[in-house]
């Protein structure tokens, strides 16, 4: 299976939105698969903003928010902020017949 | 609070075994709640997943490297064990262990361990 696809990168000002996006096939995002988004800032560990398409967990922003339609799924930021600056990794989830993860390749926002 | 920590040799030589042990503490790798996985990065790349393991169930595994992975849980050590055989310099990485729950979220994780293949 092929990695998800994702834009290299992404870039806005202070205070401004911008949408992510991730697109797999009908056998991972568009199918029976749980979709989270995960934010990476340099040698650091990933940190999962988004789980579930549009859950955020406990302690995350609601500048952050998930959505997903067909076999793409989005992660928006509203009102940038300096430290949103950072790496983001969509993945994909299916556990119907087997276990399988898929991950995008990453998005790399810049804050201008 | 769940804390997973990654542990093992930094540079292994081309062709052997890369074994990896992931402690978990704050909570008890037998738990029905979690699944334990590895992820690896190589260095200025992205997120592969390399497999996942329920204690109570199978391991599965990336098909990529199915081959040459074997993952295991030692419960009585509440530990998580990686061995990937046969490694190449592709096989260079910072390897993470990281718990998620039935749906997939991965919201535990180590803070990570660069593996260097090189003779």
């Known amino acids: 299976q092929s990695a998800l696809t994702q834009p290299a990168s992404v870039s806005g000002s202070p205070g401004q939105s911008i949408t992510i996006s991730c697109t797999g096939t009908?056998?991972?995002?568009?199918?029976?698969?749980?979709v989270s988004w995960y934010q990476q800032h340099p040698g650091k560990a990933p940190k999962l903003m988004i789980y579930?398409?549009?859950n955020r967990p406990s302690g995350v922003s609601n500048r952050f928010s998930g959505s997903k339609s067909g076999n793409t799924a989005s992660l928006t930021i509203s009102g940038l902020q300096a430290e949103d600056e950072a790496d983001y990794y969509c993945?994909?989830?299916?556990?119907?017949?087997?276990?399988?993860?898929?991950f995008g390749g990453g998005t790399k926002l810049t804050v201008l | 609070q769940l804390q997973l920590q990654e542990s093992g040799p930094g540079l292994v030589k081309p062709s052997e075994t890369l074994s990896l042990t992931c402690t978990v503490s704050?909570?008890?790798?037998?738990?029905?709640?979690?699944?334990w996985g590895w992820i690896r990065q190589p260095p200025g790349k992205g997120l592969e997943w390399i497999g996942t393991?329920?204690?109570?169930?199978?391991?599965y595994h990336n098909p990529s490297l199915k081959s040459r992975v074997t993952i295991s849980v030692d419960t009585s050590k509440n530990q998580l064990s990686l061995k990937l055989r046969s490694v190449t310099a592709a096989d260079m990485a910072v390897y993470y262990c990281?718990?998620?729950?039935?749906?997939?979220?991965?919201?535990?994780w180590g803070q990570g361990t660069l593996v260097t293949v090189s003779a």
């Open positions: 990281a718990g998620h729950g039935e749906l997939g979220e991965l919201n535990h």
């Open positions: 704050g909570g008890s790798i037998s738990s029905s709640s979690f699944y």
């Open positions: 393991i329920h204690h109570s169930g199978s391991p």
């Open positions: 009908s056998s991972d995002i568009g199918g029976n698969s749980y």
């Open positions: 579930d398409v549009g």
């Open positions: 993945s994909s989830y299916t556990s119907s017949t087997t276990l399988y993860v898929l």
